[in-house]
C-alpha cells in the first residue's frame, strides 16, 4: 500500500483555520501552528474546552514532497490562511491588496 501524503485544514473555535501537511496521514496530527498566537486569540477557560476540525483537504499517494509543500503552499495561498484575519499560518507571508 503506499503512503498517502496529505494537505490539511484544521478550523479552530473562533474560525481561523491553519493548513499544513502530513507525509504520513496520521489522524492525529494536528498541525504545528504557533502556541503563541493561540494565546492572543482564546482565554485559558476558552482553551480549557477546546474543539477543532480537520478536513483533508488534498491528498495523493504519487506525489513528491516537492510536490506537496508546493500545494500546500498554494492551499494556504488560495484559503488564505496566511492572512492573520483569516488563519494561522505565517509562510508564506501574507501581503496585503
Request: proline residues 3%; positive net charge; without cysteine.
Amino acid at each position: 500500500m503506499d503512503l498517502r501524503k496529505v494537505i490539511y485544514k484544521i478550523t479552530y473555535p473562533n474560525g481561523k483555520i491553519y493548513v499544513g501537511q502530513d507525509r504520513t496521514d496520521s489522524a492525529n496530527y494536528f498541525g504545528s501552528a504557533k502556541s503563541s498566537q493561540f494565546l492572543k486569540d482564546f482565554s485559558q477557560a476558552e482553551r480549557d474546552n477546546f474543539t477543532v476540525r480537520k478536513q483533508v483537504i488534498w491528498s495523493s499517494t504519487t506525489a513528491t514532497n516537492e510536490e506537496l509543500n508546493r500545494k500546500e503552499v498554494e492551499l494556504i495561498i488560495e484559503t488564505g490562511a496566511n492572512d492573520p484575519k483569516i488563519g494561522y499560518n505565517l509562510k508564506p507571508k501574507f501581503k496585503a491588496v
